[in-house]
Nanobody, 120 residues
Framework: QVQLVESGGDLVQTGGSLRLSCAASGSILYINSMGWYRQAPGKQREVVATITGGGTTNYADSVKGRFTISGDNTKRTVYLQMSSLKPEDTAVYYC??????????????WGQGTQVTVSS
């Protein structure tokens, strides 16, 4: 099976920084891409940033210039460095991986989420 474990969520003041981590483990053959998504209360889940196995990144317009996604292929871990945080960044942040298992099954797998709260 596959597990994605996120960490790093916290309560922070406006303008502060946080670093989220997500580690994938299990019967993984390879990871195509990983990404961070967030869901605020009463809103739909939205993409924040993604990174491919080759290192190509994409960001939501709302976080460009403030957030940086990076990955460590050897550790099967993705990070999200968040700076200049705003109250509207408050949400549960989820990690998603698109990967192929050793059974050759390919699909999306989600972590359990980590809460980020930005106080004004």
């Amino acid at each position: 099976q596959v597990q994605l474990v996120e960490s790093g969520g916290d309560l922070v003041q406006t303008g502060g920084s946080l670093r989220l981590s997500c580690a994938a483990s299990g019967s993984i053959l390879y990871i195509n891409s990983m990404g961070w998504y967030r869901q605020a209360p009463g809103k739909q889940r939205e993409v924040v940033a993604t990174i491919t196995g080759g290192g190509t990144t994409n960001y939501a317009d709302s976080v460009k210039g403030r957030f940086t996604i990076s990955g460590d292929n050897t550790k099967r871990t993705v990070y999200l460095q968040m700076s200049s945080l705003k109250p509207e960044d408050t949400a549960v942040y989820y990690c998603k991986a698109n990967l192929r298992m050793i059974t050759l099954r390919t699909g999306d797998y989600w972590g359990q989420g980590t809460q980020v709260t930005v106080s004004s």
